[in-house]
C-alpha cells in the first residue's frame, strides 16, 4: 500500500523561502510528484518538485491553506492526500474587512464584506478556499454594490451549529493593474437553533464535546499512525468503542477497542488489535478494515473488510465478551470478488428479527443495503435510493444508522473530489463532512437539507480536524445523539477511489 509521509507539514512564514520533502512508503521506486492538477488555483508561491517531492517557495501571504499532492509509483499505484499549511509571520498588507456574525437557523442572513488592499483598485474576487459555510448559505455579489464590500454570504441558513471556511481575496490584473492578495482567513459562524424544530431529529446543532481528539494514535503502537472509522455501543452504562488503527511502519490496518464511562475519556483495551490480520494466506492477512458491531445482550458481531488473498472481502467475527473474537468467516451473499471485493460493511441494526446491512462501495461511492436472519447469508436488495445530485466527481460513503421508532436516521461521509480549480463554491478541494437523510423503509430515503449539504462540518483552524471530517459512529443515549467521527488529512490512496479521512477521533453530540 502506498503511503505518503509525514502527516502533516511543518509551518511556513510568509516572505521566507520555504523548503519540505514528502516522502513515501510501500510502493516501488521510482515517485513521481504532482501538485498542479489537485491544489487549488493560488498555491502561495509554493511547488512541488516532480523527480524529488520537495516543496519549495516563498509564499507572501499568511493563513492556513489546503494543499493537495499527488505521488505515483513506477507501477502506477497513486496515493493523493491533502494538507493545511500554516503560513505565519506579516504576510500581505491586505486584510478582509469584517467578520461573519451568528444567525439563526430558518431565518434571513447577509454578511456583506470586502477588503483593503494595497496598491490600484483592480477589480475584486473572492476566493473559496476550504471549509464549509452554513448549508442554506452561499457565495455572490452584494446587492446594494459597494466598492469596499462587493461581496455578499447570504440565505437562510437551514442547520444549526458552528460552521468553519477559509478564504482570501485578490484584486485581479487588468492592464497595468498588478494583482495583490489579502492574508488568508479563517472564520467560524455560529446558528443558533431555531425556536421551533425546524429540522429533523439528529440533523442539527451538532456539537464537539473537545477541542482535542478522543482517541488518537499510540505512537510506537500497532495503530501510532492513525486511527479512523470507529463503530460504537453502550454496553450497559459503559460505551465500547471498536475502530480502525494503523502502523506507522508496516500501515497495516487492524482492528482495537476502547472503553469509556462519559464517551470522553477513552482507556484502551491492552488486548490489541482484539482483531488482528488472518494467518498467511489467509483471505483476510493483509489487513481488516472498517468495523460494525452489534451486541445481542449475549453475542458481539462485527462486520469488517479484510483483504489479502487478491480480493477484497466481507467477513464476520463473533466474541462472547467483546475482546477474544472467533474468526474468519466470509458472509455469503457478500463472498465473491465480483461482489465483496467492491462493497465494504457500513451500519448493521437489527429489526425485529431481521439484520439491515447498510453497505458501500468505495470505488462508486454509492450505498446500498442487504438483510440476513443470521448475520451471514445476506439478500442484497441493491443500492438505496437516495435522490442527491453529487456533481463535479463529488460521493457519499460509509453509512451509520439507527432506527429511531419507526425512523430509520442515517448519517454519511461526504466529500467533493477532486474538481476543476476556481470553482465558486470552494470544490477545488476535498470538502470532507458528514451528510444526514431519513428513511421509512431503510431502502428509499430523504436528504436533509434537500440540496445535500452537510450537517457536520470540518473543526476551527489550527485544530486537529480543521482538514475534513468523515466515517463516523451515532448512537441515539437517551434523547441525545452522540457522533464519534474521524478527523484529520484526507487521502485518496488511487483516482476514482473513496477519499477518506486519517488522524484520530474526536466526539461531538446535539444537547
Not at 239 to 245: A, H, K, P, S, T
Not at 429 to 448: E, H, P, R
Amino acid at each position: 500500500m502506498l503511503t505518503m509521509l509525514p502527516t502533516t507539514l511543518p509551518p511556513a512564514v510568509a516572505g521566507t523561502p520555504y523548503s519540505f520533502a514528502l516522502t513515501a512508503v510501500g510502493g516501488t521506486p521510482p515517485y513521481t510528484w504532482d501538485g498542479g492538477a489537485w491544489t487549488p488555483v493560488d498555491t502561495n508561491g509554493l511547488t512541488i518538485n516532480k523527480s524529488s517531492g520537495i516543496i519549495s517557495g516563498t509564499p507572501t501571504y499568511t493563513g492556513t491553506m489546503p494543499l493537495i499532492f499527488e505521488v505515483v509509483d513506477s507501477n502506477g499505484a497513486a496515493s493523493t492526500v491533502q494538507y493545511d499549511l500554516r503560513v505565519t509571520g506579516t504576510g500581505s498588507s491586505g486584510t478582509i474587512t469584517g467578520s461573519p456574525l451568528s444567525g439563526i437557523q430558518g431565518q434571513s442572513y447577509t454578511w456583506n464584506y470586502g477588503a483593503s488592499l494595497a496598491g490600484i483598485y483592480c477589480g475584486p474576487a473572492s476566493r473559496f478556499l476550504a471549509g464549509v459555510v452554513p448549508p442554506g448559505l452561499g457565495w455572490g455579489l452584494n446587492p446594494v454594490y459597494s466598492p469596499t464590500q462587493p461581496y455578499s454570504l447570504y440565505g437562510t441558513p437551514d442547520i444549526a451549529g458552528e460552521f468553519t471556511f477559509t478564504i482570501s481575496y485578490a484584486e485581479v490584473a487588468t492592464g497595468s493593474c498588478t494583482p495583490t492578495a489579502t492574508n488568508a482567513a479563517t472564520f467560524s459562524v455560529t446558528i443558533a437553533p431555531a425556536t421551533s424544530p425546524a429540522s429533523p431529529a439528529g440533523s442539527s446543532n451538532w456539537t464537539r464535546q473537545s477541542t482535542a481528539a478522543v482517541v488518537a494514535p499510540t505512537a510506537g503502537q500497532w495503530d501510532g499512525f492513525a486511527v479512523r472509522a470507529p463503530s460504537v455501543i453502550k454496553v450497559g452504562s459503559t460505551y465500547v468503542m471498536y475502530y480502525e488503527g494503523e502502523d506507522s511502519a508496516t500501515h497495516t490496518r487492524q482492528i482495537g477497542r476502547a472503553i469509556s464511562s462519559d464517551g470522553l475519556s477513552w482507556t484502551k483495551s491492552p488486548a490489541t488489535p482484539v482483531l488482528a490480520v488472518g494467518p498467511s494466506g489467509a483471505w483476510d492477512s493483509g489487513e481488516v478494515r472498517y468495523p460494525s458491531v452489534f451486541y445481542d445482550g449475549t453475542t458481539y458481531r462485527m462486520w469488517y473488510w479484510g483483504a489479502g488473498s487478491g480480493c477484497d472481502l466481507m467477513g464476520l467475527a463473533t466474541s462472547s465478551d467483546g475482546i477474544t473474537w472467533t474468526r474468519p468467516q466470509t458472509a455469503s451473499g457478500f463472498g465473491s470478488c465480483d461482489f465483496a471485493g467492491q462493497y465494504a460493511p457500513g451500519a448493521v441494526i437489527k429489526n425485529g428479527s431481521t439484520f439491515m446491512m447498510w453497505y458501500w462501495e468505495p470505488l462508486g461511492e454509492a450505498i446500498g443495503l442487504a438483510t440476513s436472519a443470521d448475520g451471514i447469508s445476506w439478500t442484497n436488495s441493491g443500492l438505496v435510493n437516495m435522490p442527491v445530485d453529487f456533481n463535479n466527481g463529488a460521493g457519499f460513503s460509509r453509512p451509520v444508522v439507527v432506527l429511531d421508532g419507526t425512523t430509520f436516521r442515517m448519517w454519511f461521509a461526504r466529500h467533493y473530489g477532486f474538481v476543476a480549480a476556481g470553482n465558486a463554491s470552494g470544490f477545488d478541494i476535498y470538502k470532507a463532512n458528514m451528510g444526514y437523510a431519513t428513511s421509512s423503509d431503510g431502502l428509499n430515503w430523504s436528504v436533509y437539507p434537500a440540496s445535500g449539504a452537510t450537517v457536520f462540518g470540518a473543526g476551527r483552524e489550527n485544530a486537529w480536524d480543521h482538514t475534513g471530517v468523515g466515517d463516523a459512529a451515532v448512537i441515539k443515549d437517551g434523547t441525545t445523539y452522540r457522533m464519534w467521527y474521524t478527523g484529520g488529512r484526507i487521502n485518496m490512496p488511487s483516482p476514482g477511489y473513496y477519499a477518506f479521512v486519517e488522524g484520530a477521533i474526536g466526539y461531538a453530540a446535539i444537547p
